[in-house]
């Protein structure tokens, strides 16, 4: 009966007991996953959800499984998850409400690099920076235009042609005046023919006519010779401008062979025509990053909470001290960087929810191991009231995908994917700005397309050539100024390449295009000389034909129509015998 | 449609009002409000739950004017906030504080935070008053009703009960 009761006691004291225990457990887990998520949110500003924790008491742990990191901006990403976290707490600090992690490991953890770069750019308040405040654009485009016009050519800017123009055009005047003088004279010639046998009829006239023919024909005769002189003159003349042209046609090909004179344009305008909008997302995140940072970790050591009521007075004698902290928390995982998966090992340290209260700077460590090579360092350094961050990150063997440089309206380049090395070493102090970016591509294939300002020259072939022997691309970006309102210089070798096959693609289109107009012109001018030349011989030979024919005949009449002898006493009485009683 | 409303607000004042002794009821409250104007994170406030909890007093009154006055302490907090900064900041209790602070514990107890001890305090200068003000109240109404006994309401309780079940 004793043993009864005593049983019908403790059992049901027992299973109270071990309800309570597992309440407590449970209890415990809650608390504690409330706890590290609100501390998370507090220390980064990023939201944790815990799918389950759990609490060993004896061992002073807290393991959270099924993590979820996500962005605290206006649309909420997902940054990271991760399988597990274990965290091991030193037991005293609980005591004065200081949840102070000794060593942590976070495990499984996957990193999204881009949706969480992307979503602190896309928080709202973020300010947005006018990196390139240069009208680099506008230069590019003047210079462009200036190359275009450069290319412009015209058989007809030649100083043989123009010279050959000049030469027909008189040349035609002249072979019509000829012509006009030859007809002239033809008609004079006819005129006198027609004269004789109109005074065939005539006697009376006809021996006034005759009189004055020989002087005439004479007349007529000389007008003949000096027409031909003068056709043979044009002849001359034809000859000696031909001689001209031909030298003029030498000198044309010395100017075209003269280097094409383009105005110099600054290769850093040109760099960054080219890649500016490809340098702005990069430098927009990194400065995403900085302004996550300086507001999640302000340096003011007044930081109330939302959602707390009042404020905590810090008594005088007490130090202010983090209620959250993470000694050391090992990461383990992998995140895709640069479009490739890597795996990650980390450790991040000294991470409280407030940094202004403790003695050593928040420090993240990431090495990413595989083919893709990437160390990650980042300082947030708020201790005695610092405010310092620096990031520093290498990279080698990353993989750049295709990309799109310039207007296609202009020049655009078309840079296949290529392997780089990346170094990024930024640090803000205060306000002030410092930091490099350089991007080192190998192994650059570029591709080159032209607007329709080019259209008409086969610019982009000639381009291509020229920028085939750049193999490497380097780009290096300096950041100056203050946070605010930061600074940047751009340099890469692309634009100074971008210039030089510019001119050596200009050069060749030119120097192609000019061969083909000075071929064409030389063909016109000798096919216009020869013309000419065909024109004169045609009419000296017409001439020649028509003033000997007309020579002759003239030359016939004034021989046959030659005035009768009249009767004189003296010519009388020279032909009768000496001895005539008349004579 | 309003008479149902009626029945069921009867029948949740009455289900708080069970115990009659108008000291528990008015203790009850007392605590419900002391803990009701209290932000609840801190040591302070979970004592007050125990005590309410612990001692013979109204208790689900006590739970319900703890939610209400919850609801109605942002009112409270600027006074609160003013009279705990005031004593809080009092240069010649630094070194107490400090103490008290830093013994184990002492940041739990959250009375560090001016809310904290500002409505705690305003709480417990104005406890006695409305304890005093509720029990004359309560007392009041329970002599000029004198025929609607405890039990009655019980019984009133569990048939209204079972008709709306």
């Known amino acids: 009966m004793m043993r009864g009761s005593r049983w019908q006691t403790w059992l049901p004291r027992l299973l109270f007991l071990g309800v309570a225990l597992l309440a407590i457990q449970l209890a415990l887990g809650l608390v504690a996953r409330s706890v590290v998520v609100r501390s998370t949110q507090t220390a980064t500003g990023m939201t944790l959800d815990a799918q389950y924790s759990k609490v060993e008491i004896r061992a002073g742990r807290v393991i959270l499984g099924n993590l979820q990191f996500a962005s605290t901006a206006d649309v909420p990403s997902s940054v990271a998850t991760a399988e597990v976290c274990e965290l091991e707490l030193e037991k005293q600090p609980l005591l004065h409400k200081q949840f102070i992690v000794r060593r942590g490991q976070l495990d499984g953890l996957q990193l999204d690099l881009p949706n969480s770069l992307a979503a602190q750019t896309a928080k709202k308040g973020t300010v947005t920076v006018d990196w390139f405040r240069d009208d680099a654009d506008q230069v590019a485009a003047a210079w462009f235009s200036q190359v275009a016009q450069r290319l412009q050519q015209d058989a007809a800017q030649f100083d043989s042609m123009k010279q050959t123009e000049a030469f027909l055009a008189s040349w035609t005047g002249q072979c019509t005046d000829i012509d006009t003088r030859g007809h002239e004279l033809d008609q004079l010639a006819t005129e006198i023919l027609d004269s004789v046998a109109a005074n065939q009829a005539n006697p009376l006239r006809k021996v006034t006519f005759l009189a004055e023919l020989p002087q005439r024909v004479a007349e007529l005769q000389k007008k003949f010779a ?44 040109l760099t960054a025509y080219l890649l500016r909008n490809e340098a702005v997302n990069p430098l927009d995140q990194l400065n995403a990053i900085l302004q996550w940072a300086r507001t999640t970790w302000p340096n003011s050591s007044v930081r109330p909470a939302s959602g707390t009521r009042g404020e905590d007075v810090l008594f005088a004698g007490c130090e202010a001290q983090p209620n959250f902290l993470i000694r050391s928390l090992n990461l383990q995982g992998t995140a895709r960087v640069a479009n490739q998966p890597v795996e990650l090992r980390g450790v991040l340290t000294n991470l409280s929810n407030s940094p202004v209260n403790h003695s050593e700077p928040i420090r993240l460590r990431l090495l990413a191991c595989g083919p893709l090579p990437v160390e990650l360092q980042a300082t947030v350094d708020r201790t005695r009231g610092a405010l310092h961050d620096s990031l520093l990150i290498d990279a080698d063997g990353v993989l750049l995908p295709a990309l799109k440089l310039g207007q296609p309206e202009q020049i655009a380049l078309a840079v296949q994917p290529s392997i780089a090395s990346l170094s990024i070493s930024m640090s803000a102090d205060g306000d002030k700005l410092t930091g490099e970016i350089q991007v080192v591509q190998h192994d650059v294939h570029l591709a080159s397309s032209t607007g329709n300002e080019f259209s008409k020259f086969a610019l982009s072939p000639a381009l291509d050539d020229s920028l085939g022997k750049l193999n490497s691309l380097a780009t290096r970006i300096s950041l100056s100024g203050t946070i605010q309102e930061p600074k940047c210089a751009l340099w890469s070798n692309l634009g100074s390449a971008v210039v030089e096959a510019m001119q050596r693609a200009a050069e060749r289109v030119r120097s192609e295009r000019t061969r083909e107009l000075l071929a064409e012109a030389a063909r016109q001018e000798d096919e216009q000389l020869a013309s000419a030349e065909r024109h004169l011989n045609e009419r000296q030979a017409h001439w020649n034909t028509r003033f000997a024919s007309l020579s002759k005949q003239l030359q016939t009449v004034a021989t046959a129509e030659r005035p009768s002898d009249r009767l004189s006493p003296s010519r009388v009485g020279r032909r009768l015998p000496g001895n005539s009683l008349v004579r | 449609m309003i008479s149902d409303i009626v029945s069921r607000l009867r029948i949740f004042s009455s289900s708080l009002l069970t115990s009659a002794a108008p000291g528990q009821i008015a203790a009850g409250f007392t605590l419900g409000m002391l803990i009701g104007v209290m932000p609840k994170s801190n040591l302070i406030a979970l004592s007050l739950c125990v005590v309410l909890f612990s001692l013979r007093c109204n208790k689900g009154l006590g739970l319900a004017v703890a939610v209400l006055f919850s609801l109605a302490s942002p009112l409270t907090d600027p006074i609160a906030h003013e009279l705990g900064a005031s004593i809080l900041q009092s240069e010649s209790m630094q070194g107490v504080y400090a103490a008290a602070f ?58 209204q009960t079972r008709v709306a079940a």
């Open chain 1, 226 to 269: 000096d027409l031909r002189d003068r056709i043979d003159q044009q002849g001359d003349q034809l000859e000696q401008r031909r001689r001209n042209i031909v030298a003029a046609r030498r000198r044309d090909v010395e100017l075209v062979n003269k280097p094409i004179a383009l105005d110099p344009v600054s290769a850093d305008d």
């Open chain 2, 102 to 159: 830093n013994m184990p514990l002492g940041p739990w107890v959250g009375f560090n935070n001016t809310v904290v001890t500002g409505s705690f305090l305003l709480g417990l200068y104005i406890a006695y008053p409305v304890y005093f003000a509720v029990r004359m109240l309560l007392t009041v109404l329970q002599s000029t009703l004198p025929s609607e006994s405890s039990e009655e309401i019980v019984a009133d309780v569990d048939l």
